[in-house]
């Protein structure tokens, strides 16, 4: 797998995982806001090595 390709995955991951919890906040649970404080974490995480990952000049080897 190329770094770019499992960087991808994990943030589709982590963006797939924050509108699930975002639509759990409904039940307004204390669950349901533990969820989304940790889907939002986790995304802003993955956001934050796919910019870092953009600016490797090894971006695209394999891992």
Do not use: F, S
């Amino acid at each position: 797998m190329r770094w770019a390709e499992a960087v991808k995955q994990e943030l589709a991951q982590a963006q797939r995982e924050l509108k699930a919890a975002e639509e759990g906040l409904r039940a307004g649970t204390e669950a349901a806001r533990t969820r989304y404080a940790r889907a939002l974490h986790e995304a802003e995480r993955a956001m934050g090595r796919a910019t870092l990952a953009g600016r490797d000049p090894h971006w695209g080897q394999t891992i």
